[in-house]
């Protein structure tokens, strides 16, 4: 049976480090602050705005939220993001996607300040982390880094295999992975023969989004299992992209869900916050 990598206590020791941290900072009149802005009504995205803000609260991040109407123009939003990068209290800013359809990502994420991006989706964060000198690293790709840091996994050599290569999860993961010495597979949904891919890993991490399509049965015997998929299905279960029953017969280690990669996103926002309120200083 695999080892559970617990990415909620590993989440909570980080948390301790970031508030001990955020404390040093205000003796000296610091205040780490992060702008979160919400534009319409998901569901989902205002549940994880609302998490944002109570993690900031229990760490001693001061934060700042801004809920705007589903019909905000691009024009607004980029006035805002402009108020904000000119804003002394404010070290990071995360506008939380999916946007609506009549505003253009691309154009607000390059908007950000560079030196304010915390979820380092700006392409000159993007080119940074690329080229192995990382200013803000992504929040859940940073996460996935520090969980297998913790399991004592090093990735020298390894045979890495990400599923999904979205600009937010399986592109900066691959290139961390890379950066740390693994030999690094991409695969997405035009990839021949998946299971044979995820076979010859030794570590995999999945970011698909669709339930349970990881096979328990694929997965070498040993291999690290790293599931960042959070998928709803039905009223309240949350399950992964991992069929995680089976993967966990198989694996040496394994990430849960909820409770694995979920929790460390989170906290790499309020590390990439206070790394830049230092770097402000
Ligand atoms: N825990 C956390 O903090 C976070 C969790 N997530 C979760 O991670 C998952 C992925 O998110 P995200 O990266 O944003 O997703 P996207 O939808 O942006 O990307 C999904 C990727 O998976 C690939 N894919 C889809 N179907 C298949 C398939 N059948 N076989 C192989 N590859 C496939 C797609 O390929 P193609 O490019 O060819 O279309 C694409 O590259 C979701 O469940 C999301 O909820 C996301 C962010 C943070
Ligand atoms: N600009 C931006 N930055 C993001 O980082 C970003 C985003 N937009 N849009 C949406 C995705 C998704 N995401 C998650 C954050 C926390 C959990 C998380 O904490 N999940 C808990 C469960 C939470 C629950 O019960 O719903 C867990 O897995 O244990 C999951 C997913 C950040 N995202």
Redesign the pocket.
Same mark, same amino acid.
């Given at each position: 049976m695999a080892k559970i990598i617990d990415?909620?206590a590993i989440a909570a020791k980080i948390r301790a480090e970031i508030s001990a941290e955020a404390a040093r900072l205000k003796e000296r009149g610091i205040v780490p602050g992060l702008a979160v802005v919400l534009v319409g009504e998901d569901p989902?995205?205002k549940?994880?705005v609302s998490?944002k803000e109570k993690a900031c609260a229990d760490v001693g991040i001061f934060s700042d939220e801004y809920k705007l109407a589903a019909e905000t123009s691009e024009e607004e939003l980029l006035t805002l993001i402009d108020k904000l990068n000119n804003d002394p209290k404010i070290h990071g800013i995360?506008?939380?996607?999916?946007l609506p359809k009549q505003i253009n990502t691309e154009r607000v994420l390059e908007a950000i300040s560079p030196e304010k991006d915390a979820?380092g989706?700006h392409p000159y964060n993007v080119g940074r982390l690329v080229i192995g000198k990382p200013l803000f690293q992504p929040?859940?790709p940073y996460g996935v880094m520090v969980m297998l840091k913790e399991t004592g996994v090093d990735l020298t050599g390894k045979e890495v295999v990400v599923v999904g290569r979205s600009n937010?999860v399986g592109k900066p993961v691959a290139f961390m992975c890379l950066q740390q010495n693994a030999t690094v597979t991409l695969c997405h949904s035009k990839t021949r023969d998946l299971a044979a891919k995820v076979g010859q890993a030794d570590v995999v991490i999945a970011a698909v989004g669709v339930p349970e399509m990881i096979k328990g049965a694929w997965i070498k015997e040993g291999a690290v299992v790293i599931d960042v998929g *959070?998928n709803?299905v039905g009223e309240k279960k !949350?399950v992964g992209d991992v069929e995680y029953a089976a993967a966990s017969e198989r694996a040496s280690a394994i990430t849960p869900?909820?409770?694995? *990669?979920?929790?460390m996103?989170?906290t790499m !926002?309020l590390q990439n916050t206070l790394e830049s309120a230092k770097r402000g200083m």
């Amino acid at each position: 049976m695999a080892k559970i990598i617990d990415g909620k206590a590993i989440a909570a020791k980080i948390r301790a480090e970031i508030s001990a941290e955020a404390a040093r900072l205000k003796e000296r009149g610091i205040v780490p602050g992060l702008a979160v802005v919400l534009v319409g009504e998901d569901p989902a995205s205002k549940v994880y705005v609302s998490m944002k803000e109570k993690a900031c609260a229990d760490v001693g991040i001061f934060s700042d939220e801004y809920k705007l109407a589903a019909e905000t123009s691009e024009e607004e939003l980029l006035t805002l993001i402009d108020k904000l990068n000119n804003d002394p209290k404010i070290h990071g800013i995360l506008v939380q996607l999916p946007l609506p359809k009549q505003i253009n990502t691309e154009r607000v994420l390059e908007a950000i300040s560079p030196e304010k991006d915390a979820d380092g989706f700006h392409p000159y964060n993007v080119g940074r982390l690329v080229i192995g000198k990382p200013l803000f690293q992504p929040c859940t790709p940073y996460g996935v880094m520090v969980m297998l840091k913790e399991t004592g996994v090093d990735l020298t050599g390894k045979e890495v295999v990400v599923v999904g290569r979205s600009n937010i999860v399986g592109k900066p993961v691959a290139f961390m992975c890379l950066q740390q010495n693994a030999t690094v597979t991409l695969c997405h949904s035009k990839t021949r023969d998946l299971a044979a891919k995820v076979g010859q890993a030794d570590v995999v991490i999945a970011a698909v989004g669709v339930p349970e399509m990881i096979k328990g049965a694929w997965i070498k015997e040993g291999a690290v299992v790293i599931d960042v998929g *959070v998928n709803r299905v039905g009223e309240k279960k !949350l399950v992964g992209d991992v069929e995680y029953a089976a993967a966990s017969e198989r694996a040496s280690a394994i990430t849960p869900v909820p409770g694995g *990669v979920g929790p460390m996103t989170i906290t790499m !926002l309020l590390q990439n916050t206070l790394e830049s309120a230092k770097r402000g200083m």
